[in-house]
């Protein structure tokens, strides 16, 4: 046979013969295909053709075994990733900030395990100091109870080590062949192996003993402290530190196990000796780790992956993706068990005749067995005796050593491919098992390992590229920049497997930059690092929960809100103590609602802020009943808001005279209805006198002067039109009269925008400021300033006080600071700068546009709040506010936009359950139906507001059904309508 050397060691079988049994045993096609590299292609992946799961072979590639293109008429297959999903993990290696403390972590995961202490100090080097001991599990063990039902106590005695177990030399421990499961040898200065002698100790009970040995040696049995749990045996992860095992690998099979959570089985047993505590807070997969032990040198670990002798992967994985856990917000690590991968035939046309099971004949799963360390040795032998038996190799005869199971370790595999001494290696394995190779018979097994080893490396980068590729379209990025941690025998020991898998991953991934980090600590500093990160997290989450207790309000404040709404309601309303009322309670001279009789065409002037509108409003009854509107917005500038009363009122009139020249109906005398949004004191219904200039408002001659008079003064300065102004009222009370036509229950009005208020229809027996007692009078509450005599000062926080004290007005209007839009956005900027300031938020950074009053608009608020709106959206709103944040920073805004906005709007409930409660009451009912039309961009917008308002009422006023009805078109529509039941009342009286 003639060979052609290539790069790398690898070689070209050129005899017909061999290539043709390789291409029918590994799928191989035909010479031609020898040396190409094959490339894993799934739906995962982006392929470029639409074949699915197919190998196809790469050109350029001077290594690898390769497939043929597979049949384009081959369908695309989704992998099994699906149903692999196990285990979450709610930690995630960038969490790796600023640890500190003393730990202590246990590593199980084969025949012995290891204990170990960590120090872990945060002085701006991220210093990390281990301690371990190596612990042997005899198989008596192994294949025991997990309980102790008896028996004597276990003695320690020193561990002679087996082949593949560390071995100490001198003052350094050396591994030997680890595996996966195996503990990484100690680290310097650790203690030496003990083993426990055989007994009917079992396995939690031992695994309690060699802790409180580890414990003792080390002087910190006294100590509570935490520890986290490598558990690598398939399970069930409910929540951090409880692990339900699925089932047993490994040889273990002790019973009365499975089934159930090991962490309690371990704090059990450690509660049966009595002698020390500590704190399991964190149980985890080894592959998981993997990944945060790499993730504390490299935050951009999001990925952990061990090929050793079993394999596994595990991702940070989008929350919204993972339907076994509630919640949508953040990430969490999912462990894969991406072993079982194929288990469904979904790798069957790749799969080869040469199926391998373990020692135990036992079937294994199918992807683990085409990468792993356990069946990569078991492959090259079945290929070798299969060959042999064709009289392809060795002459045609076989040993019982190269017959048995097991006896061409992986380790050979290694040895043979390795560049200078590999066909010497070859020959000596070969001949160790019997055999008289020929030179030829040696170059032939090296290709064989090769073929073997590059298929494996290969197959784990496009598995793994198909992860990457996830976490990409999680991200929705252009270019992913990640990290991959590793551990395991095969990608540490095999002289070009690690090479070959990169190269597969970054062809597949051409858009990504992928770095990999070998694990150097081994999982057990891994499990130790997720503890110490939930131990931090935990303290900042408690502080966290401290200081938002205060703005959580429980059901027996807001039952004592609504007590005291009511006592201030009442003293508005009565004659001798409305002075010093807070709660204004101002008559509105509004005695009807609409019955649905109106009709006429009326005009309507909607006055509130920078900008107001001329309404025309058609009122028609009968079969045509409705109403139709023509308006027009106009602006005020600045020098006019601050200029003269007779400047802004003449401005005013030339609107008017412009909307009623763009209507045709200058020469029409119409009746106004004039919503006017400023604090009023009404004597009669078509009398408003200003208290004050609110909303940038200031100017002069108006304040103390009737506001009706100052329009109808301009208006005859004109000369062009008259108008008859026969109603003034404030936009509450519109936003009633507007709902009210639409519902004939609508008895009340509410607005939550940038302000806040309330009116409602009362018993004219109990408006003491206007003589009468027949029939019902709408009050305007001025419900903003509930509070102003500090009833509420019980539940107002450190950050209500911040507000108010820099706000406009302090001191005033305090239950509208709590409530309304203006100030929201406020309050939770104060809350961030407090997170930030301790160290619980930005990683303690405060941003020079946090410090700006005003910046976190309560629109911000609304949008966090979104439940469509992704985390990645928040941190992009964040960011416009100079704030770098990550997932977890975003996670807490969006948690302290909730509990503020929440707040609000149970404390609106509860003045509303007041209002509602006073109205059944009057009427002696024992249940009342009542309608609340409700305006305001607050209660519209924020997608939560007006679910958890309506949810309060409920609670606070149960003998009260209440409906919402929302103000479609403003308050305008409504002092129109007032002044349509006013003039239907008038010709009433008229005739």
Sequence with gaps: MAWCHLPYGTALVSSPGIASFLGGVLGIGSPGWGCSGFLLQSPQIRPTSPQGLHPRPCPTSGEGAGFPPAS????????????????????????????????????????????????VSDNGLQKVEMESQIYEIHEDLMRGSGAQVGGSLPSFTPWPPSPGEPRRVGSVWVCCGGQRGTPAPPARGTRPLLSCTPSTFQLFDHIAECLANFMEKLKIKDKKLPLGFTFSFPCHQTKLDESILVTWTKGFKCSSVEGKDVVSLLRKAIKKRGDFDIDIVAVVNDTVGTMMTCGYDDHNCEVGLIVGTGTNACYMEEMRHIDLVEGDEGRMCINMEWGAFGDDGALNDIRTGVRPRDRHGLAQPRFEKMISGMYMGELVRLILVKMAKEGLLFRGKLTSDLRTTGHFETRYVSAIEKEKEGLQKAHEILTKLGLEPSHEDCLATHRICQIVSTRSANLCGATLAAVLRRIKENKGVDRLRSTVGVDGSVYKKHPHFARRLHKTVRKLLPDCEI??????????????????????????????????????????????????????????????????????????????????????????????????????????????????????????????????????????????????????????????????????????????????????????????????????????RREEFDLDVVAVVNDTVGTMMTCGYEDPYCEVGLIVGTGSNACYMEEMRNVELVEGDEGRMCINMEWGAFGDSGCLDDIRTEFDLAVDELSLNPGKQRFEKMISGMYLGEIVRNILIDFTKRGLLFRGRISERLKTRGIFETKFLSQIESDCLALLQVRSILQ?????????????????????????????????????????????????????????????????????????????SPKCEVTFLQSEDGSGKGAALITAVACRIREAGQR
């Excluded at 384009?72 to 640890?99: D, M």
């Design 72 to 119: 384009p008429a081959a369908p695309a297959r989704a992998s099994c990733f699906g149903c692999c999903l196990k285990g979450p993990a709610p930690l995630t290696p960038g969490s790796l900030l600023a640890e500190d403390g003393d730990f202590l972590a246990l590593d199980l995961g084969g025949t012995n395990f290891r204990v170990l202490r960590v120090r």
């Design 515 to 716: 770095r990999f980090v070998r694990s150097e600590d081994g999982s057990g500093k891994g499990a130790a690092m997720v503890t110490a990160v939930a131990y931090r997290l935990a303290a900042q989450h408690k502080a966290r929960q401290k200081i938002l207790e205060a703005l959580k309000l429980s059901h027996e404040q807001l039952l004592e809100v609504k007590r005291r709404m009511r006592v201030e309601m009442e003293k508005g309303l009565g004659k001798e103590t409305h002075a010093k009322a807070t709660v204004k309670m101002l008559p509105t001279y509004v005695c009807s609602t609409p019955d649905g009789t109106e009709k006429g065409d009326f005009l309507a002037l909607d006055l509130g802020g920078t900008n107001f509108r001329v309404l025309l409003v058609r009122v028609r009854n009968g079969m045509r009943r409705g109403v139709e509107m023509h308006n027009k917005i106009y602006s005020i500038p600045l020098e006019i808001m601050q200029g003269t009363g007779e400047e802004l009122f003449d401005h005013i009139v030339h609107c008017i005279s412009d909307f009623l020249e763009y209507m045709g109906m200058k020469g029409v005398s119409l009746p106004l209805g004039f919503t006017f949004s400023f604090p009023c004191k009404q004597t009669s219904l078509d009398e408003g006198i200003l208290l004050k200039w609110t909303k940038g408002f200031k100017a002069t001659g108006c304040e103390g002067e009737d506001v009706v008079s100052l329009l109808k003064e301009a208006i005859h």
């Design 880 to 956: 416009h506010l100079g704030l770098e944040s990550t997932c977890d920073d975003s996670i807490i805004v969006k948690e302290v936009c909730t509990v503020v906005a929440r707040r609000a709007a149970q404390l609106c409930g509860a003045g509303m359950a007041a209002v509602v409660d006073k109205i059944r009451e009057n009427r002696g009912l024992d249940f009342l139906k009542v309608t609340v039309g409700v305006d305001g961009t607050l209660y519209k917008l924020h997608p939560h507001f007006s679910t958890v308002m309506h949810e309060t009422v409920k609670q606070l």
